[in-house]
């Protein structure tokens, strides 16, 4: 099914489309290979490449919704700019993380002009239902690259040509420094490293979730994809693209004075209204590190990546058993179906989560370094602390005290807990 909606021209898709991530393979992209005719898709911090290793006409721009009003400014500036021809800029989302709820609803208001990712991935009912399936009960998520290439599949586009997705599996790779993790320098980036999270991919992605993705996706739309890398990972996995007969294209130079790093746009009262009122407060938590790093020029460089090599006390709450198995408690109550099979997902994510806890302890113990640090270290502790007034939260603690007190009527408890679970929370809302 070919998605149809709105676009800046009449042409939605067809033909070829060159996906770029921006890991380092993108520098060493063979030209000859190149399709005569092809529509370029770039995503996140492409603007940071030091070339243009695919050129300035950018059919569709990718970015993250944590950060879409400055990667949306940044977008607008090098525009202006004529640093690059952006004909459609996407806000890559997914469906299901109804905690953006409240952004996807004013998104028209602040973004007119953009497009929701989501709408468009979900004409792709198979895929959708497949990825949403990994992320709810395996707790896994496709890359940014993948993404580009489901929307590309939705929008028609039958040949797609693959660069600088390397899975993050350079050798040389440093994710204290931010070296040969992509085609630019991370470590001059700073308002990247400040805003953005850090350079430590998330424990969902993984090189296995994207390929089997894009397995799925060949199979089940019969698409062809193509490496324009030759000696890149993704060469192992897809075939080359065949040589062209005619190759004119010429890598262009940047200037100097080209837009490098995210930029940070002035807040405006209608800015505060988005963060305060559209969007959520981590967001402001992430700007107000930022302006600390502004005002103090000799803050040290481990403590502005604070957030980026540790994630955020927030996320960790998150990822503990008690939240993911409210979480999916919540989920699965809203159906017979989800009601009869819930033993069996709660009982996945409980087994996934050993799994994960015995492979963390098993890599401390070979490199102490990378033992987490308190929770209580992080600048949004206090925020943080929120999350555990949540319902998902609650209800996993209940079900986990269940769990261990079942000799004694812990699951006869448990009914009585989930109803004052259930009235407080109603309670609140009111």
Not at 72 to 82: C, F, G, R, S
Not at 143 to 171: H, P, Q, R, V, W
């Amino acid at each position: 099914m070919v998605y149809k909606g709105e676009c800046k021209d009449d042409t939605w898709g067809g033909g070829n489309a060159v996906i770029c991530g921006n890991g380092p393979s993108l520098k060493e992209i063979d030209y000859k290979r190149l399709p005569k005719e092809y529509d370029v898709f770039r995503c996140n911090q492409f603007y940071s490449e030091d070339k243009y290793y695919l050129g300035k006409n950018i059919k569709y721009a990718f970015f993250n919704q944590s950060v879409f009003l400055e990667q949306y400014y940044t977008a607008k500036k090098l525009i202006e700019n004529q640093e690059y021809f952006i004909e459609n800029i996407i806000c890559s989302t997914f469906k299901i993380h109804k905690y953006y709820d409240n952004f996807f609803q004013h998104f028209d208001t602040f973004f007119s002009e953009c497009l929701l990712g989501y709408k468009i991935l979900d004409s792709l009912k198979e895929f959708s239902s497949y990825i949403y399936f990994n992320e709810i009960y395996h707790d896994q998520r496709i890359t940014s690259g993948i993404y580009m290439c489901a929307i590309a599949i939705a929008l028609g586009y039958k040949n797609i040509y693959l660069t600088g997705i390397d899975f993050y599996e350079n050798k040389n790779i440093n994710f204290n420094t931010g070296e040969n993790i992509y085609a630019y320098d991370l470590d001059q980036k700073y308002n990247s490293r400040a805003i953005l999270g850090g350079v430590k991919p998330s424990y969902f992605h993984s090189k296995e979730i994207d390929l089997k993705a894009l397995k799925f996706l060949e199979k089940k739309y019969q698409i062809s994809f193509f490496s324009l890398t030759p000696n890149s990972i993704l060469t192992k996995n897809f075939p080359l693209a065949p040589l062209a007969k005619h190759c004119d294209f010429k890598i262009l130079l940047k200037d100097q004075k080209s837009i490098q790093d995210i930029l940070i746009p002035r807040e405006t009262p209608m800015i505060q209204i988005y963060y305060h009122k559209v969007f959520n407060s981590q967001t402001i938590q992430q700007r107000l590190q930022l302006k600390e790093y502004r005002q103090n020029s000799n803050l040290k460089q481990n403590q502005l990546n604070f957030h980026s090599l540790d994630g955020t006390a927030k996320q960790r709450i998150q990822n503990q058993l008690s939240y993911k198995l409210g979480q999916s408690m919540i989920i699965n109550s809203k159906s017979i179906f989800g009601i009869i099979f819930m033993p069996i997902y709660l009982l996945s994510i409980f087994l996934n989560y050993k799994k994960e806890q015995k492979i963390y302890k098993q890599k401390i113990k070979k490199d102490p370094s990378l033992k987490l640090p308190p929770l209580e270290s992080y600048p949004d502790y206090n925020e943080a602390l929120k999350f555990k007034e949540h319902l998902s939260y609650k209800l996993g603690k209940a079900l986990l005290k269940a769990f261990k007190t079942w000799h004694k009527g812990g699951y006869i408890k448990l009914i009585f807990d989930i109803v004052k679970l259930k009235k407080e929370f109603k309670n609140q809302k009111e």
